[in-house]
């Protein structure tokens, strides 16, 4: 395959959008990846979906224009028969997905083997897939619904999901990756650090990292550390608790280490929304430690120690 992981990842992320279950959204990443492992390249279409979304798709093959002198079919042909809320995309619970061309350039939509293949490593993970429907089958379909009905979920129920990442095995970030170079840069020139440029995740780097973190501790709520770019007792009792809303520099170390465990928070701007949530959600599952999406201490201590 000539397509990169990372680029099916990504397009992934960005299609599913905001507001996904970070459970479904893992798991979808998570089968991108293993059937990568399995050479097919594939690619989540679709993810969350708003209730205007739903009611604009819900219209499409049901929408009439009127041309002056008679009314026609806007679109030929109905795309869903779910009104808005009557979707688990709704509710960032179901996810769509087809397979890509080995360098990744067409989509195809062809119901294969290797379709098939996807949906079971789909299902491997605890989704249920639309092509074992007996009525209308939807073979791009994948949804984990928590066995909550829509009328449960629109009055706020929070699904459980089976989580079944256990044997994930963290991404590394390779040599010469530009956004480590970029985080090597500002570390430098933040804190005064000398860490070479070359894109390596390296002890140099996480180093620099706890340097950064203590630095702040110290100016912002001044802790009294030793600035030595050691991981100690004292540093990880010192640490603060981020979690979504969160915003400044710690965020920013915060996210840079996720990144360079090879989980992506998105944009490193410092800003803990969505995407630094979800990074953080899946680093804490695939560490065994308590996925609560709040970096304290024993995350702190993963990333850094
Ligand atoms: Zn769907």
């Known amino acids: 395959m000539t397509i990169a992981l990372r ?34 390249a594939v690619q989540i279409s679709a993810g969350h979906r708003s209730m205007e979304e739903q009611a604009e798709l819900y219209g499409r093959g049901r929408a009439y224009s009127y041309n002056g002198k008679n009314y026609s079919n806007v679109a030929k042909s109905i795309v869903t028969n779910a009104k808005p809320g009557q979707s688990y995309h709704n509710y960032g619970l179901a996810i769509d997905f087809f397979i890509v061309s ?33 009525s209308f089958k939807d073979y791009p379909h994948l949804e984990m619904t928590g066995g909550l009905s829509f009328t449960q979920l629109q009055a706020g129920k929070e699904p459980h999901l089976p989580f079944k990442l256990e044997k994930m095995e963290m991404p590394k970030t390779c040599k010469g990756d530009s956004l480590v170079i970029s985080i090597q840069k500002t570390l430098n020139s933040r804190y005064k650090t000398n860490i070479e440029g070359d894109g390596d995740y390296g002890p140099e780097t996480r180093s620099a990292l706890i340097k950064g973190l203590q630095t702040e501790l110290n100016q912002q709520y001044n802790k ?66 308590s996925a609560d999406n709040i970096a304290g201490q024993e995350t702190w201590n993963d990333l850094l120690a």
């Not at 990443?29 to 492992?37: C, F, G």
């Not at 400044?248 to 280490?257: E, F, K, S, V």
């Not at 998105?266 to 929304?273: E, R």
């Open 102 to 134: 080995d360098d990744g350039k067409r989509a195809i939509w062809t119901v294969d083997s290797k379709w098939q293949r996807v949906a079971a490593i789909g299902k491997d993970l605890g989704f249920k897939w639309g092509g074992d429907w007996s």
């Open 7 to 40: 680029t099916l990842l990504d397009r992934s992320v960005k299609k599913m959008g905001k507001g996904m279950n970070p459970v479904v959204k893992a798991s979808a990443l998570e089968m991108v990846e293993r059937a990568y492992t399995e050479g097919i």
């Open 224 to 289: 009294k550390l030793v600035v030595d770019g050691k991981w100690g007792p004292k540093t990880k009792s010192a640490t603060v608790a981020l979690k979504k809303g969160a915003a400044g520099n710690i965020t920013w170390i915060l996210q840079a280490a996720l990144y360079m465990k090879g989980f992506n928070p998105g944009a490193l701007d410092g800003d803990f929304g969505g995407n630094t949530e979800s990074a953080l959600f899946q680093y804490q599952k695939a560490s065994k430690i």
